[in-house]
């Protein structure tokens, strides 16, 4: 891709996943901010669907409660919510675990 992956993973049962959609994610700074220097992606960390991502399959973990791609991308760290900056080669550029507000999650995920 010709921007960077912005991956937010959460799960449903998670307060400050939710909070993040509600407050974060809505303020209007930051998502002209994310839609001008990223693709933005939700996934769902507890999702028992394989998902594809750059050629590799990631299936779910039962002993993790978690898809592999959730596992791999918070480096092991199974906290939500995580946010992920991922280049074009899938490599992680910046990983941001918790609530963030507004202004703090914008300087957070900068690369």
């Keep these: ?7 937010n993973i959460y799960t449903d049962w998670c307060g400050y996943c939710k909070k ?11 998502t002209k901010y994310v839609n001008d220097n990223y693709i933005p992606v939700k996934f769902n960390a507890e999702t028992k669907e394989m998902v594809s991502f750059l050629g590799i399959n990631y299936t779910y973990i039962d002993g993790a409660k978690a898809n592999y791609l ?7 760290r199974l906290s939500y919510p995580a946010t992920v900056v991922i280049d074009s080669k899938g490599n992680t ?9 507004a202004s703090d999650f914008k300087e ?3 690369i």
């Design 1 to 7: 891709p010709s921007k960077p992956i912005l991956l």
């Design 93 to 101: 550029e910046k990983l941001v675990f918790g609530y963030r507000s």
């Design 20 to 30: 993040l959609d509600k407050e974060t994610f809505v303020d209007p700074a930051v």
């Design 70 to 76: 959730a596992f791999i991308f918070s480096q092991g």
């Design 108 to 110: 957070d995920i900068k």
